[in-house]
């Protein structure tokens, strides 16, 4: 190392008065133009990470937003999930979609019910255009989880403006319906004119049905699509669910010894049944599956815990009758035998066993 320095020492010693300041120059240039390259590279580096920064932060307000439409979101289609149903027969979809289009023809549509269902057939300011009569329609199984639903129309004689808004009016149904096809004609000396509407409703699986046998997870809900649960000899109260710690079921009083508190389900005779549920209960009682009546209880009952809190039970039945006949059980039938017993049902969910 002394050697070195030696020898620098002596090369430097060897130069000029002028030599030694260009050299001196060149070192200084030397080093200034490493420290603007890093400089620069520092530069560019914050820049990406600030761009980084801004892209994640528009992330955020992004998600945010998202979120924050989410429960709208959520509502609107809770209002057309209560338009559809996976077991209405022909006549039922027909018959709706028939109410639908009446409604919509009105000047002020009639206010739906909780089903979906108009709560008057015409409003009091009359039509907004003529519809003289409505023909059947044809349905096919479009695929698998929906069906489609084709009628065709005619609109007597109307003005384009009223047409134009009835048209928009269907798209916008709640009944899920899209304009296959559209012909309007007018005379040469008039500003009237009819036309032939085609349309398509899709009816998807919806919402469950009463009972439903194969229903995966199935909440009662606070609505007229929920299930029917009766007690005899107390009261029911449907719980509409204000929180995650409060969700939405259904709630039974017993006002008298011996009460029941239950589902009446449509399910098929020689198959067997895997039932589950989440449900809570103050004072004696069992959790149990019965005949129609309630008088024959089935093999498996099980007793309610007592402390109030929400319990997970499971029960296994099979159905007796001739195979493949329907039958309808209390599935499940709560048997309350105290006064005062409080029984809650947040979660049902019953399924066929498969070979």
Not at 129 to 134: K, R
Not at 280 to 298: H, N, P, R, W
Not at 300 to 315: I, K, N, S, V, W
Not at 318 to 334: C, D, M, N, W
Request: negative net charge.
């Amino acid at each position: 190392m002394n050697s070195l320095l030696q020898k620098l020492n002596s090369a430097w010693s060897g130069l000029s008065r002028r030599e030694q300041r260009l050299a001196t120059i060149v070192g200084a240039l030397i080093l200034l133009f490493m420290a603007v390259s890093m400089a620069r590279g520092a530069v560019d580096r914050i820049s990406d990470l600030n761009s980084t920064i801004r892209n994640l932060q528009q992330d955020i307000v992004n998600y945010h937003g998202q979120i924050a439409k989410k429960k709208s979101v959520e509502a609107q289609y809770e209002k057309v999930a209560k338009q559809h149903s996976s077991k209405w027969t022909e006549p039922e979809i027909r018959d709706r979609l028939r109410s639908e289009i009446y409604r919509l023809a009105q000047i002020e549509p009639p206010e739906l019910d909780e089903n979906g269902i108009p709560r008057t057939a015409t409003s009091e300011k009359g039509a907004l255009v003529g519809i003289p009569s409505l023909q059947p329609g044809t349905l096919d199984a479009a695929g698998d989880g929906y069906r489609q639903y084709h009628l065709s129309f005619h609109i007597g004689d109307c003005k384009l403006e009223p047409l134009i808004t009835f048209l928009e009016r269907l798209m916008a149904s709640p009944q899920s319906l899209s304009i296959d096809a559209l012909d309007i004609s007018r005379g040469d000396l008039n500003n009237m004119g009819v036309a032939k509407v085609d349309i398509t409703r899709t009816v998807v699986a919806g919402v469950q049905d009463e009972g439903a046998a194969a229903g995966a997870g199935a909440s009662p809900a606070a609505s007229e699509e929920s299930p029917r649960w009766t007690c005899d000899e107390g009261e029911v109260a449907i719980l509409p669910g204000e929180s995650e710690a409060k969700p939405r079921g259904y709630r039974a009083h017993a006002a008298k010894e011996g009460a029941q508190f239950y589902l009446l389900t449509p399910v098929t005779a020689g198959a067997t049944y895997d039932l589950t549920l989440d449900a809570g209960a103050s004072g004696k009682g069992q959790l149990a599956i019965t005949d129609e009546g309630g008088a024959t209880v089935f093999e498996g009952a099980e007793p309610l815990r007592t402390d109030g809190e929400t319990y997970r039970y499971q029960l296994q039945f099979s159905v007796p009758g001739k195979a493949g006949q329907e039958v309808k059980l209390r599935v499940p039938s709560f048997m309350l035998e105290s006064i005062d017993t409080t029984v809650t049902v947040y979660k049902l969910l019953l399924r066929e066993r498969t070979l």
